[in-house]
C-alpha cells in the first residue's frame, strides 16, 4: 500500500518568510509524527500526535514552529519567520497502534528546506 | 532522560565480512522499545526491527541479526556477510512505553553508524 508521502520534497525559501510541510501518513495510522534531521544536530523530535490526544509539543525548538493535524490525517508542519539555522530534512512518520509490540514508525522521504 | 549512543561513526569493511553495529542505551523507564533503522544514500529511513524491553530474545533475519542484552543497556545489530546494498547509515532509537498497553512514543536516536561495504 502506499506510504507516507511528504511535500514538496524540496522548498528553497528566503530568511524571515513562513513555510508550509505537509504530511500524509498511512491510511489508517493513528499517531503521527514530525522530526527533522541536520548535520549539527542528528534526528531530533518535533512534535507527535495520537489519536484525539493533546499534541507532544515538547520538541518544538521555537515559538515559531507550530503544527496541526486535521481529522485525523494530513498534518502541517508551518515555520514562521524562517532562520538559516531552519535549514535541515524535514521527516514526518506514522504509526498504527495495535496494542503491545506494534508501534514502529515508518518514515516519509522527508522535505529539504534550505533557507537562504 | 533517555539517551542512545552509536560510538562508532564509521565502519568500513569489504564484501562479505561480518561486522557489528553496537547500540548503547540509557532510560529510567522499565518499559520502552528499541529499534534500529537504516537510512540508504536515497535517504529514506526504512525500519528494521523493533524489540520489547521485556523481551530478550535475540532475533535473525536472513542475513541481519540483534542481540539485545538488557544487563548491559546494549542492542547490536550484525550484519552477516555484508553486501554493497547494505552501504548506509544506521540509527539506533528508543521509545518509552506509556500507560498499560504500551503506547510508543517519540522516538531518541543516536547519531548513527555509516557503514561502508566496497568490493
Known amino acids: 500500500g502506499a506510504g507516507v508521502s511528504q511535500s514538496p520534497s524540496n522548498k528553497v525559501t528566503e530568511k524571515g518568510k513562513d513555510v508550509e510541510l505537509r504530511c500524509d501518513p498511512i491510511?489508517?495510522?493513528?499517531?503521527l509524527y514530525w522530526y527533522r534531521q541536520s548535520l549539527g544536530q542528528g534526528l531530533e523530535f518535533l512534535i507527535y500526535?495520537?489519536?484525539?490526544?493533546?499534541?507532544?509539543k515538547s520538541g518544538l525548538p521555537s515559538d515559531r514552529f507550530s503544527a496541526e493535524r486535521t481529522g485525523g490525517s494530513v498534518s502541517t508542519l508551518t515555520i514562521q519567520r524562517t532562520q538559516q539555522e531552519d535549514s535541515a530534512v524535514y521527516l514526518c512518520?506514522?504509526?498504527?497502534?495495535?496494542?503491545?509490540?506494534?508501534?514502529?514508525?515508518?518514515f516519509g522521504p522527508g522535505t529539504r528546506l534550505t533557507v537562504t | 532522560a533517555q539517551k542512545v549512543t552509536q560510538a562508532q561513526t564509521e565502519i568500513s569493511v569489504v564484501e562479505k565480512e561480518d561486522v557489528t553495529l553496537d547500540c548503547v542505551y540509557e532510560t529510567r523507564d522499565t518499559t520502552y522499545y528499541l529499534f534500529w533503522y537504516k537510512q540508504p544514500p536515497s535517504g529514506e529511513l526504512v525500519f528494521l526491527i523493533r524489540r520489547n524491553s521485556f523481551d530478550e530474545q535475540n532475533e535473525i533475519s536472513g542475513r541481519y541479526s540483534w542481540n539485545f542484552q538488557k544487563s548491559t543497556s546494549s542492542f547490536n545489530f550484525t550484519i552477516t556477510a555484508s553486501q554493497v546494498v547494505d552501504s548506509a547509515v544506521y540509527f539506533c532509537a528508543l521509545s518509552e512505553a506509556l500507560g498499560s498497553a504500551g503506547t510508543a512514543s517519540k522516538l531518541t536516536f543516536g547519531t548513527g553508524t555509516r557503514l561502508q561495504v566496497t568490493l
Open positions: 500526535f495520537q489519536g484525539n490526544s493533546a499534541p507532544d
Open positions: 491510511s489508517g495510522h493513528t499517531a
Open positions: 512518520a506514522s504509526s498504527l497502534d495495535r496494542g503491545w509490540g506494534s508501534y514502529e514508525q515508518y
